[in-house]
């Protein structure tokens, strides 16, 4: 079975950094491409950013310029590197797997709360 953990959430001040984690179980992180969603109170989950499992990324434009997405085959975790966070990052990060390039997405993290404070 597959599993999704988000860690590195939390409150941190605006102008800051957060680096997040999830740790993949279950299957080898290579078979999936990876994403990072979120969702603030009373809006919809958007994507952030995606990374296929040949490393080609996608970050959306909202924040290109300030996060990043990785991945560690080897630790079968992917990361997201946030930086310069806005009060408008505020929101629930989650983790997602894909088996077809990112077109759908079969497995969810629990989610990991990032809040930032002016």
């Given at each position: 079975q597959?599993?999704?953990?988000e860690?590195?959430?939390?409150?941190?001040?605006?102008?800051?950094?957060?680096?997040?984690?999830?740790?993949?179980?279950g299957?080898?992180?290579?078979?999936f491409?990876?994403?990072?969603?979120?969702?603030?109170p009373g809006q919809e989950?958007?994507?952030v950013?995606?990374?296929?499992?040949?490393g080609?990324?996608y970050?959306?434009?909202?924040?290109?310029?300030?996060?990043?997405i990785s991945r560690d085959?080897?630790?079968n975790?992917?990361?997201?590197q946030?930086?310069?966070?806005k009060?408008?990052?505020?929101a629930?990060?989650?983790?997602?797997?894909?088996?077809?390039?990112?077109?759908?997405?079969?497995?969810?993290g629990?989610?990991?709360?990032?809040?930032?404070?002016?």
């Amino acid at each position: 079975q597959v599993q999704l953990v988000e860690s590195g959430g939390g409150l941190v001040q605006a102008g800051g950094s957060l680096r997040l984690s999830c740790a993949v179980s279950g299957r080898s992180l290579n078979m999936f491409t990876m994403a990072w969603f979120r969702q603030a109170p009373g809006q919809e989950r958007e994507l952030v950013a995606r990374i296929r499992a040949t490393g080609s990324t996608y970050i959306v434009n909202l924040v290109k310029d300030r996060f990043t997405i990785s991945r560690d085959n080897a630790r079968n975790t992917v990361y997201l590197q946030m930086s310069s966070l806005k009060r408008e990052d505020t929101a629930v990060y989650y983790c997602a797997a894909s088996m077809d390039l990112g077109i759908s997405y079969n497995f969810w993290g629990q989610g990991t709360q990032v809040t930032v404070s002016s």
